[in-house]
C-alpha cells in the first residue's frame, strides 16, 4: 500500500467536510477508507496519519475536532473523535 502524502490526507478531510456541510460532521475513518479505495483496502493503518492531518488543520482553524459531539482544542484530542468544517473556514 502507498502512504498518501500529508496534503492529500488534509485535501480529503477538507473536501469531505465541505460535502457534508457546516452542522454535519465525518468520522476519520471515512477519509481513511476514501484514500484506501474502501473498505475492503487497507484502510486502518491511515487512521493514525489522517487524524494528524486533522489536529494539523483544526489548529489552521479550517476544520473542528469534535468529541462527544463538542467541539476539543487540538491539544486535547484523545480517543473518539469526529471532524466537521471549521467555522472560520
Known sequence: MTIPEEDAIASEILRQTAARGP???????????????????????LMGRVRQAAIALAREGRVEILRKGK????????????????RNA
Do not use: F, M, Q
Open 23 to 45: 452542522d454535519k460532521s465525518i468520522c476519520p475513518s471515512e477519509v481513511a477508507r476514501a484514500l484506501a479505495g474502501g473498505d475492503d483496502g487497507p484502510w486502518r493503518p
Open 71 to 86: 467541539p476539543v482544542p487540538a491539544e486535547e484530542v484523545r480517543g473518539v473523535i469526529r471532524l466537521r468544517a471549521g
